[in-house]
Every structure is written in C-alpha cells, then in structure tokens.
C-alpha cells in the first residue's frame, strides 16, 4: 500500500512539472556563457538565427521584442528562430527574468547570460558592440547573410532584415516622391535624396500633417501615420497646412533648387518617436507621371 502512495504521488508530482514546463514563460530558464550564444547560430544550415540581447529594465528592448516574436512566428516556416538573451543582474535570475517573460507573453527561446566581463563577451558576437542594449544579430550562414544592430529596431526594419536574411529579394516599400528622379543614397543612411527636373512632391504614404515649418528659404512638411513620421525638406512651396489628411501619391507641394542650383530636389527622412529608419534607394521604386505633364514651374508663381 505504502508502495502504491508513493508511486501516485511521484505520477502526480510528475504531471504537474509537465504542465509547468508547458506554459508559456515558465519553463526553467538556462544560463549560458557567451560560447554557447554563439553555437546557437553557428550550425551550417539554412536556418535564420535572430539573436536578441536584452533585459527587464530596459525600455526600448521591452518596445521592440513583441514585434519581434510577430515576426519570426510569421517566418517560421521559413526556418526563423529567436532566441531572447538576458544581461540582467545575476538577482534577477532566474525568478525576477521567468515572471517577466510570463507576464508579457515571451514565448520563445530564453536563456540568460552568465557573464559579467564585457571585454570578453562583445567582440565574441560582434567587434563593434559596445555593450549597449538592445542588440541584435541575424545570421544565415547557408548564405554568408550578417547582420548586427546595436539599438533598438522598429517592425519595417527588422522584418527586412529578417527578408533579407532568408535571401527573399528586396521588394520596394515606396514609390519616390519625384517623376523621374534621381535617388541618391546619404552616407548616415537616415535620408534619401531625390533630384528632378520635375518640381512637383508627392506623399510617398498616407497619414496626417504633423508639422509644418520653415527654415530659411525653405518649408519642412512631417505627416505622421501608424508611429512612423514622414519628413519632406527642402520645399519651396506647399499646398497643405497642419491637421489635413494626406493620401499616398497626393500632390504635396513643390522642391526648392539643390544648393548649387542644379536642380528641384527633397530630402526624405521616415522616423519612430525615437530614432530615424535607415533608408537606402533600393526601397523605392521610380515614379513616372503617365500624364505627362511637365509640373515644373517658377517658385514664385507656386501656391504658398
């Protein structure tokens, strides 16, 4: 009988840790050294490996990991995976870090990282991180794909990454917001030029007209939709005014001259509350008015 009871409460004590280990945010969290994150991504397959370092006092982390689990759950049948790397306090493991990932749904992969010697655990992920959170590498060896990000990353951003990571080629996010320009790539990769002989600005994405403001002899237009601000400067004139909605492909006003006076050019910067998206001309696709018809015009003839 003795026997009996004591095998039923083993069977019980047994299903309860399955069903513990089974919620999400309550299984048992690793510790691992820095050699074992960077086996986890070393493996010569076609998987993506997206490695995000983070920690529960750390806001912008916090900002950006749900949109990271959305998308690698939407990639994973491309073989996407996420493993959410812990640099909080050695206190805080692993109760504190456990009760966090439950409370905010992170089911993934979690370990915490048992180092406390920076020198040795940066350079072992990537030789330019300074220890800063957040960081992200994304890895697809079959491929030779690398790529590593010491700030925080908004949802475009890493969702084209993680595109780029699977080899998908680059589709265009926007259509240029000049007839027939010449896009120019800024060397900080927070703008991009485009130049025409067409003077004529167009929205490259719908939204609200934020601010409008001038600085010396030109206009600066910010329409704002979904969190993201659309900054066109180097307006000469506009036809809108702050608080009118905006479509995508809408007539917003007219470029001023480049500063050699070459040509009607806009700088085009898209930003978050907190940082500017990088920006290459590979995410734009050429815009041709099938009209044909010639909007250039002198600036002291356009609307103010």
Known sequence: MI?????????VAFVFALQAQSTPGSQAIAKWKIEDVVRSYSANNDTVYVVNFWATFCKPCIEEIPDFIRIVE?????????????????????????????????????????????????????????????????????????????????????EKAVKEAIGEPAAFKYVSPMNEAEIIDNTSGDFVVFRSDDSAVYA??????????KIDHMKVIIVEKDKLFYTYSNLGSTTLKTGD????DQLIGYAAFDLDGYKPTVDLYISDATKGTLLNKQDFAPRKDLRQVDHSIEHDREPQ
């Open 245 to 248: 909605e905006v479509n995508a």
């Open 3 to 11: 026997k009996r009871l004591i095998l039923l409460v083993t069977l």
């Open 74 to 158: 939407r990639y994973k049948s491309q073989k996407v995976k996420l493993l959410l790397v812990s640099v909080d306090l050695p206190s805080y493991y692993p109760d504190r870090i456990a009760g966090f990932a439950k409370k905010n749904n992170y089911n993934t992969n979690l370990v915490w990282l048992d180092e406390t010697n920076a020198d040795h655990f940066c350079p072992a992920i990537d030789v330019k991180w300074s220890g800063a959170i957040p960081s992200t590498i994304i890895v697809n060896n079959s491929n030779g794909y690398r790529k590593f990000v010491e700030d925080q990353m908004n949802a475009a951003e890493f």
């Open 204 to 213: 490259v994405s719908g939204g609200k007209v934020n601010t409008i403001a």
